[in-house]
């Protein structure tokens, strides 16, 4: 049967995904097909990524990488495609977050965050992007979030990167979409991984924290995504399904930027 989702042979590196989104998506590339490669900044987090992978069945290789030094980058795509093949698909989902009033962050803070979650997924895509000419094509998929679109208290850091990260999407569209490379973007909503665990704590009298009530109330779907709710949309923008969308953003937030949120 041809099946326009197959990913079979293919070669995906998900960045930073030893847990959280990036394992989710990286298990979800394998279900389809895809020989798994990833990176964390440390042994100690590639370990243990790699023992879940085997945990869950799913074969994997994993590098020390840190997504914000270009050479080490430049190393890990010569490993890869020593150890494994071109890269065919790149996840960039690698990514912190501070939360800290914009008027007490500091300026090696604010740095901090845009090179992780912007200035790093410029310099993987920077690395594979020859390779991907070079074979005929490519698919690239930027973790972006609420904040490419909105803002709030606390994250200006962020949402500057993760908005970039937008448009570094669809300038990666613009400037590669003759070479067959489709860049798109999942936007994911409120989703429940440890990024997420301090704005989901119990208060001291068990109640939910305000900003978990607040999204439950701020999204149609009344409940925080699950990892396994960005694995359908990620194996359709790795695969030849989406040959035809590029410099979109899909987002997974189960209808949030659609609403304008349920009455106290
Ligand atoms: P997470 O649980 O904090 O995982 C992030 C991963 O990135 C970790 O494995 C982390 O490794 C790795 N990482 C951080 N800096 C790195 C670097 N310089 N080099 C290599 N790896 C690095 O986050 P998540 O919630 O799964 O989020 C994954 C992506 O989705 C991020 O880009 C995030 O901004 C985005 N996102 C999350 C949500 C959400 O609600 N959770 C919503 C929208 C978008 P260490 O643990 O070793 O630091
Ligand atoms: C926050 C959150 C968010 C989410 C996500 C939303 O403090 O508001 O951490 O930014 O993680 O990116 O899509």
């Excluded at 020859?130 to 709030?152: A, D, T, V, Y």
């Excluded at 990260?165 to 070479?179: C, D, F, P, V």
Aim: hydrophobic share 40%; glycine share 12%; aromatic share 8%.
């Amino acid at each position: 049967m041809n099946n326009q989702f197959s990913l079979q042979g293919k070669t995906a590196w998900v960045t930073g995904a030893s847990y959280g989104i990036g394992f989710a998506i990286a298990k979800a590339l394998a279900g389809a097909g895809a020989n798994i490669v990833f990176n964390d900044i440390g042994q100690t987090q590639v370990d243990k990524g790699l023992a879940a992978y085997k945990e869950d069945g799913v074969l994997s290789r994993g590098y020390v990488c840190d997504v914000t030094d270009e050479n080490a980058v430049k190393e890990t795509v010569a490993k890869i495609e020593r150890d494994v093949g071109v890269v065919d698909i790149l996840v960039n989902n690698a990514g912190i977050i501070k939360r800290i009033p914009m008027t007490e962050m500091s300026v090696e803070d604010f740095r901090k965050v845009v090179d992780v979650d912007l200035n790093a997924p410029f310099i993987v895509s920077k690395a594979v992007i020859p390779g991907m000419i070079k074979k005929g094509g490519g698919k690239i998929i930027n973790i972006c979030s609420m904040m490419s679109e909105l803002g709030r208290e606390t994250v200006s850091a962020y949402a500057a990167a993760k908005g970039g990260l937008k448009m570094l999407t669809r300038n990666i569209a613009s400037e590669y979409g003759a070479y067959n490379i489709q860049c798109n973007g999942i936007g994911p909503g409120y989703i429940e991984t440890p990024q997420t665990a301090p704005l989901r704590e119990r208060q001291s009298d068990g109640s939910r924290h305000p900003f978990d009530q607040f999204i439950i109330a701020k999204t149609p779907a009344a409940r925080w995504g699950t990892t396994d709710d960005l694995k359908g949309p990620a194996v359709f923008l790795a695969s030849s399904a989406s040959d035809f969308v590029n410099g979109h953003i899909l987002y997974v937030d189960g209808g949030i930027l659609a609403y304008i949120g349920k009455q106290p």
